[in-house]
């Protein structure tokens, strides 16, 4: 069975989902009430994920090139994700333009938990990499945006939980 706020999967006889805390609801408890405390409770959830990325950074030297660390940088909150428009952070990336798969680590924060996650994103095209935004896909997942507000690649989609 599927939770009906996050859609993980939930075990028979459990009485809340175990990724949400969201109340098990039965087929037959799709009322308007229940669609309302469903996107209640959602958006109370959102109010509380962070996403950050890890940065890197690095110094030139005479010798070459040295990294000097990493950093998690936010993103974003969830609530200020839409579907249908890619919320652009003010992180800027080196510029280059490639069409390399390359990685990039996120981490979603809730409260005092955190989960980490590698992805991957393959350009079909060469993609300039300037910045890095995200934008809301279904069932509480996201997609990170690498490019400029006229052309970028999406990554596949993201659990926030």
């Not at 950050?52 to 005479?62: G, H, K, P, T």
């Not at 896909?137 to 997609?143: I, L, P, S, W």
């Amino acid at each position: 069975m599927q939770c009906s706020c996050c859609y993980h999967d939930v075990a028979e006889g459990l009485a809340t989902c175990p990724v949400c805390g969201f109340p098990v609801l039965t087929v037959g408890d799709t009322t308007e009430e229940n669609r309302r405390m469903i996107e209640e409770y959602r958006a109370s959830k959102l109010k509380q994920i962070t996403i950050d990325l890890q940065v890197f950074s690095y110094e030139v030297r005479a010798d070459g090139v040295s990294d000097t660390g990493s950093a998690w940088r936010p993103l974003a909150g969830a609530s200020q994700l839409r579907s249908d428009a890619v919320f652009w952070s003010d992180l800027v990336c080196q510029q280059m333009t490639s069409d390399r798969a390359f990685t990039m680590r996120v981490r979603m924060r809730m409260g005092s938990g955190s989960r980490e996650q590698l992805v991957t994103l393959k350009p079909d095209k060469p993609v300039s990499r300037e910045r890095v935004g995200v934008i809301a896909a279904e069932d509480f997942k996201f997609r990170l945006a690498v490019g400029n507000r006229d052309a970028y690649i999406l990554s596949e989609p993201i659990g926030m939980l």
